[in-house]
């Protein structure tokens, strides 16, 4: 639960900044990103709104073309003194089909609307931090730069706008020293595995039969059982082998299995999709290796040619607790939520698995929440708005430096 820092704990240009982190305004702004439908690939408008209102705190903004439609990477700073470390606020503007979602409306405590958690809330808090520093004249000797990316929810757009920040961070267009994004719960998202969906091919040369002709333990389906059967007691092993202290085993699971086309013959290709999550320490191509040297033996079992293909494959990533900006965040939770925030992992990927390998930057998460992101009924909490980007100025403080 949130708390108000008492003044002795702040010093004066803390309890400047944070007397200007202003709760209504943020609000509003949030609520103004809730208007506009932007579902990935449909951003155009949002982002020309988001544009308007980093160009109403005064600030320069580098409209960073995706495609010919509109749909466009942010760009802002605040320029520092050139003496600090420069850190990145990033955020996506799309957010998933609009679906059976409530429509925006506003109770006291709260905004509902589809993208409220996930997570234009956190768009709205990155500019109220902005807006705190820039009212409170609070000079920073590192620069603070505000991103904000499209592309980011559905395969379609192919993380077209994350993977363009990567290239302009790569060629100097933009850049940082640290990456955080503010989506999430209110903790400390340091740490993700690594991801792929792979699909197990299994193929005949000998063409469909009628199986009362061939013995079932030749038929493909027996073979592909005891891959399904392997794949499991892989699990088993991966639960007692791989146990990270953040995000706990490496997963292995199958999504869909499809083999034959009629009931009375066997089947002449087989396919097993799945994904595989593994920890920090080793890549997509080891990962894969490993499986398709699992599958390969019940292949040659049962004659079979054995294909095996990846796709949306993403690198772990890992922050350490230590790190000079993780530490930064965390000290502002704790002046602005009394306590001190949660340290996590998790086995599902997002944009900072992209960001730290594409582009060597170290990345991390904090949000103002995420409980009902995705959900029908999305909403977020309006103090949790506020605290968010109370911590975010702060941190920007702390990890950029104040200028003399």
Known sequence: MSTDPSPGDLSPSQTRLLDAVDGDWIDEQAWQLLQIPSVTMDEGEVCGLFERQLRDLDLQVDVRAVDDDGRNNLYARIQGQGHGPTLMLNGHLDTIPLGDAWPPRQTETQLHGRGATDMKGGMASMLGAAKAILDSDTGLQGDLILTAVVGHEETIARKDGPMALIEDIRKGRVGADRILIVEGRDALWVMSMGSMVFTLHLDSDRGGMHTQYVPFTD??????????????????????????????????????????????????????????????????????????????????????????????????????????????????????????????????????????????????????????????????????????????????????????
């Open 219 to 404: 038929n493909p389906l027996r073979h592909v059982g005891d891959l399904i059967g392997a794949i499991h007691e892989l699990q088993l092993r991966l639960d007692d082998t791989t146990q990270h202290p953040l995000a706990g085993a490496e997963r292995i699971d199958l999504g869909a299995v499809h083999g034959g086309d009629y009931f009375n013959r066997t089947p002449t290709r087989c396919t097993l999709t799945g994904t595989r999550r593994w920890c920090p320490g080793r890549d997509a191509h080891q990962v894969l290796a490993e499986l398709q040297a699992l599958a390969q033996s019940f292949a040659d079992a049962g004659d079979l040619r054995l294909t095996v293909e990846m796709e949306h494959e993403r690198e772990p990533f890992e922050t350490p607790e230590g790190d000079a900006a993780v530490r930064a965040v965390s000290a502002a939770h704790a002046r602005i939520c009394g306590d001190s925030p949660e340290v996590v992992g998790m086995r599902i990927v997002g944009d900072a698995n992209l960001y730290v390998h594409g582009c060597g930057v170290p990345t991390f998460y904090y949000g103002p929440s995420n409980e009902t992101a995705h959900a029908d009924q999305e909403w977020v909490d309006r103090r949790r708005l506020r605290d968010a980007a109370a911590v975010y100025a702060l941190t920007a403080l702390d990890y950029c430096g104040q200028r003399e």
